[in-house]
């Protein structure tokens, strides 16, 4: 049974059990607490937790997910794979314990002509919670289970919680027993005796207690819950390698053809090698990881989710390398991997030439990546090993943290990959040192970022106060700037308090408010809270932490609010204008991006500020300039026609039949608010405040574009009065360039552009004319060289210089004329830019005595307070004293002295 034809019966069973049946969420987690979708009841937390109620009594799903956690167990277990998908059955409040296992045992054991799956109801094993005496009764005398294959369980071993008071409950673990050839028989009361005999496929969660406080398991239990819930997830892979005959996942439908393909281009065949097994499964994991990684929005980078992503495509590729293809390879896989996937999921079919860009383009800078840093990592290898041998690190081969971490940093090397190549050569990385330097790196970002999302509050606090309130705090913004209020909620260093006095930094729930809450890109609003006693509360932020939650944080600068105080909010009403140009703005650039230069340019995040936007959106390659210029003329032209800007709710299926445009990473709900411009010109899914019409808008003036990661570019531009500053200071510039230049408007590229290449054949005369004069004296300096001991040795000062390559060239011609018949040593040294230089060289001879560039300019370079090295020919250093230079060159001269005299 193919893997789709399971995914199938899963969703049709369920369905002719009166469950709503619901799509994929996307791997992009709508939890902002974890990166991916890593479990089938993501989507779903929070109506398991009581959160927000839950649309439907009884819902089914097939949910991709992603988890690397134990990437390093890819390949070499049965069961670990990076994509997976976890078929799913939940009830929220409607059927429990007997319901749900009836529901798996049919389903399981049906024969496959009826719709089911035809397992061996014999040969399934059932672990439960060791009180649970329902299920128990459930699974024995319900549907029939051999009691000895139902096996008890202590609460550490078979219960689940969130790891914090709130709901919690036992499971009933279903496994199948794969027979006598995959391990022991089960004893002794588990089904855990070795091997991979007894598969687990299907879990159970009876979501039916309230715990306590404690660690671990360790908690009390408070009581039932007043709404239980069925929380299911059951591997569709392990379920397809059981119904397919197969070892493993790795060898399923949806799967194998990659390792097959791998096969053709290495010439290598799968199961002749254990090691190369494993790489060719790796290979399979992740490239078909990437396809539905990449498929869902998400573009390589060095953080977050695109960091994932990267170290997949990187551990594959690395992986085709060590089977002994150094040609490009995810051409010739992921092609594979998409015809595998597209019967479940044929968006990557529809989607794939814009999969296939990002992924060859990461490839390719991978492939860049690791010419360069392998060198480097062998060589910081190298000496980690020399280290050793000489007894430092207690005899082990150590890399250390801040070798590691200029790898990563400078390089672009990942640690994982620092990890595994420096183990492969029997060298240990200081690990910890890196994570210090990289905590080190990122701690004050972090702590930005953190104060912006959550203030000083614990999320509790928040969820505290939300589930306080009647209702969700109500935004009237859309039509008001200014209400009445009451508080509602009130914290004061993030603690729940009853009161404030001036002068404090507090934080504010309104029962109602005009304030928007920063959110799709929107800064938030601004403005005042006066309350009828008196109070004055000066805001500056308003966040959502939690749904249904906007939190108005400021500063109390006169009198008391408490709970309770009624007042009026008021929101500084010429920065909402100014920001709803901007919005507005946002939505028509990302709108002529379309038009100009393609659908596939889509928006990756954006900033809408007072008069000024920052767009980022998806691109493989930069934005021409001509074709930038013709966006910002059709954005102002749509301007000046003064398009109505309109907005409707609406369900979300009927949104995206109009084809309104969603913001990726954005969570929405069954319900939607879309915001069109001229009709249908421009239809966005959007929560933002706008103007009425284009024409409020003014005009927009495109800053510029940039990268500012892979594949993801930026526009910056100013709207309304900033972009007519803007306009009015480039008209003055221009202006002062034709009086300068005496050319017309029209004339001043050009004109310029020939002024930079008569300076640029300038430079490169004065340039050409400064080395001969530095190279003229060559000769003279060969014929002075000094002899010390049985080398002839060269220290010249040649003062000012250009760079470090007048220094070389000098250096190099004067070693010529000295030849090889005699050990000889170059030092010259010279200032470039007020910074001291030096650069040395060897011949034959030398380096055959002992004597090596690199050690010489080092002295060179420490005299300098700076550094330096490079190879025993040839070595360059540089320093901040220049005055030193004298003392340095004649370091040289004594260095070669001392060496001869301990010869």
């Known amino acids: 049974m193919r893997t789709a034809e399971i995914r199938k019966r899963w969703l049709d069973y369920f369905e002719s059990k009166d469950h709503a049946i619901v799509p994929s969420a996307p791997l992009v987690s709508p939890d902002p607490s974890i990166l991916f979708t890593i479990a089938g009841m993501v989507p779903f937390i929070p109506y398991i937790l009581g959160t927000e109620p839950a649309p439907w009594p009884r819902v089914a799903s097939v949910q991709k997910c992603i988890r690397t956690n134990d990437i390093e167990n890819v390949g070499r277990t049965t069961r670990h794979g990076t994509f997976f998908q976890m078929n799913g059955n939940f009830s929220f409040g409607d059927y429990f314990k007997r319901e749900a296992i009836d529901f798996a045992w049919e389903l399981l054991t049906t024969d496959q002509g009826q719709g089911g799956y035809g397992l061996d109801g014999d040969r ?91 660690q671990g398991k360790n908690y009390p239990l408070l009581g039932e819950l007043e709404h239980k819930s069925i929380d299911t997830g059951a591997g569709l892979e392990r379920i397809a390698y059981l ?49 539905m990684v990449i498929g869902d929005g998400v573009r390589p980078s060095n953080e977050g989710r695109g960091y994932v992503l990267r170290r997949l495509v990187r551990r594959a590729v690395r992986a085709v ?20 996937m597209k019967a479940s999921y044929p968006e990557v079919e529809a989607d794939f030439a814009r999969i296939s860009d990002v992924a060859y383009a990461e490839e390719d800078a991978f492939r860049r990546t690791l010419a360069q840093g392998t060198t480097i990592l062998d060589t910081a290898v190298g000496r980690a090993k020399s280290r050793a041998s000489d007894g430092a690190d207690g005899g082990t081969p150590v890399l250390g943290g801040a070798e590691a971490f200029q790898l990563h940093d400078t390089y672009g090397f990942p640690i994982d990959l620092t990890l595994e190549m420096a183990a492969e050569q029997g060298v240990q990385v200081d690990e910890k040192a890196f994570r210090d330097l990289m905590a080190e790196q990122k701690q004050r970002a972090r702590a930005d970022a953190l104060a912006k999302k959550t203030g000083h509050a614990d999320l509790r606090s928040y969820e505290h106060l939300n589930k306080e309130l009647s209702a969700p705090v109500e935004f009237l913004g859309y039509t008001d700037t200014e209400s009445a209020v009451t508080v509602a ?29 920063e959110a799709g890109g929107q800064l938030a609003d601004q403005g005042t809270i006066v309350l009828d006693g ?83 959106f998806r691109s493989p390659t930069p934005v021409a300039a001509d074709a930038l210029g013709e966006i910002e003329e059709r954005v102002n032209a749509r301007l000046t026609e003064n398009l109505e ?17 969603a913001l990726f990473g954005e ?24 103007v009425k019409a284009t024409g409020e808008v003014g005009r927009v003036a495109l800053l510029g574009e940039a990268s500012i990661g892979s594949g993801v570019r930026r526009v910056d531009a100013l709207v309304g009065d900033g972009a007519y500053g803007f306009q009015a200071k480039e008209h003055a510039l221009v202006g002062q360039l034709t009086g300068l230049l005496g050319a017309r408007p029209d004339e001043l590229a050009d004109r310029v552009g020939s002024l930079l290449t008569r300076l640029k054949d300038t430079e490169k005369e004065l340039a050409g004319l400064r080395q001969d004069r530095i190279l003229a004296a060559a000769g003279t300096l060969a014929a002075q060289a000094e002899r010390v001991g049985d080398v002839r040795v060269v220290a010249h000062d040649a003062g000012e210089v250009a760079s470090a390559d007048d220094l070389r060239a000098l250096v190099l011609d004067v070693r010529g004329r000295l030849g090889d018949a005699e050990a000889v040593l170059v030092a010259v040294g010279g200032v470039a830019g007020g910074r001291p230089l030096v650069v040395v060289g060897t011949n034959a001879g030398a380096r055959d005595a002992g004597l090596r560039a690199g050690d010489f300019v080092k002295v060179a370079a420490k005299a300098l307070g700076g550094g330096g090295g490079g190879k025993p020919d040839l070595a360059q250093g540089g320093g901040t004293d220049a005055s030193a230079l004298p003392a340095a060159l004649a370091g040289v001269s004594e260095g070669v002295r001392a060496a001869q005299a301990g010869a």
């Open 243 to 291: 119904l397919q005959g197969k070892e493993n996942l790795y060898e399923i439908d949806e799967v194998y053809p990659v390792i097959a393909r791998v096969e053709e281009l290495t010439g290598k065949r799968y199961g002749a090698d254990p090691e190369d097994d494993v790489r060719m499964r790796v290979i399979a994991d992740h490239v078909r990881s990437s396809l």
């Open 645 to 661: 800007v309109t907005d409707a709710t609406m369900p979300i299926a009927r949104a995206r039949e109009l084809g309104a445009m």
């Open 489 to 517: 909620g009130l914290l004061v260093d993030g603690v729940p308090a009853p009161a404030a006095t001036a002068p404090a930094d507090v934080e504010v729930v309104l029962d109602r408010t005009p304030f928007y809450a």
């Open 321 to 340: 390398r060590l089977l002994g293809v150094d040609e490009v390879a995810l051409p010739s896989l992921l092609p594979v991997s998409k015809d595998a």
């Open 124 to 214: 399934l094993w059932v672990t439960i919670w060791e009180e649970d005496a329902e299920a128990f009764d459930a699974l024995t005398k319900g549907v029939g289970l051999d009691p000895k294959h139902v096996v008890r369980l202590p609460r550490e071993e078979n219960f689940w919680d969130t790891g914090q008071p709130g709901p919690a409950g036992p499971c009933a673990e279903w496994h199948y027993d794969r027979g006598p050839a995959y391990g022991p028989d089960a004893v002794g009361g588990t089904v855990d005796p070795g091997g991979d005999r007894y598969l687990e496929i299907w879990n159970l969660v009876f979501d039916q207690f309230v715990r306590g406080e404690g």
């Open 534 to 616: 008196g109070a004055t509360i000066e805001v500056d932020d308003v966040q959502r932490p939690v749904k249904g939650l906007s939190v108005h944080r400021g500063r109390l600068v006169e009198g008391t609010v408490a709970l309770g105080d009624p007042g009026t909010a008021t929101i500084d009403v010429a920065r909402r204008v100014a920001i709803s140009r901007a919005h507005s703005a946002t939505h028509m650039i990302h709108k002529a991006l379309h038009e100009m230069v393609g659908p596939d340019r889509t928006q990756a995040g954006s900033e809408n500020a007072p008069s000024r936007v920052r767009f980022d």
């Open 667 to 690: 969570k929405y709900g069954d319900t939607v608010r879309v915001v069109s411009i001229g009709g249908d010109w421009s239809r966005e899914l959007c929560g933002g405040t706008h």
